[in-house]
Nanobody
Framework: QVQVTESGGGSVQVGGSLTLSCAVS????????VGWFRQAPGKEREVVAA????????YYANSVKGRFTVSRDNGKNLVYLRMNSLRPEDSAVYYC?????????????????????WGQGTQVTVSD
């Protein structure tokens, strides 16, 4: 059973930054497909960003493009989501999801069904 664990959420003021971390317990694959999603109260879960950890190819939602960056440390099986210039509308529970053993050269917009394993979520709150 693969475990996915997020960390790094918290409260920040508008314009601030946070970095979320996602640990994927299974290191038997050279690549994982890792996605970051978020869900605000009363709204549907939406994809924020995604990465093939083998090739390093990434996807960003238009709402975060230029502000959020996904990176990875394959040696530690960690994926990071660096969030800059945060806005109140970025407030949500952020989830990391993983599909082990998947790689590719181009990431199209992922959906929840692309990922089998999910973390428990971490709260991000951006206040004025």
């Amino acid at each position: 059973q693969v475990q996915v664990t997020e960390s790094g959420g918290g409260s920040v003021q508008v314009g601030g930054s946070l970095t979320l971390s996602c640990a994927v317990s299974d290191d038997s694959y050279s690549s994982n497909f890792v996605g970051w999603f978020r869900q605000a109260p009363g709204k549907e879960r939406e994809v924020v960003a995604a990465m093939f950890t083998g090739s390093g190819s990434t996807y960003y939602a238009n709402s975060v493009k230029g502000r959020f960056t996904v990176s990875r440390d394959n040696g530690k099986n960690l994926v990071y989501l660096r969030m800059n210039s945060l806005r109140p509308e970025d407030s949500a529970v952020y989830y990391c999801a993983a599909e082990p053993g998947v790689d590719g050269n181009y990431v199209t917009e992922p959906t929840s069904s692309d990922f089998e394993y999910w973390g428990q979520g971490t709260q991000v709150t951006v206040s004025d």
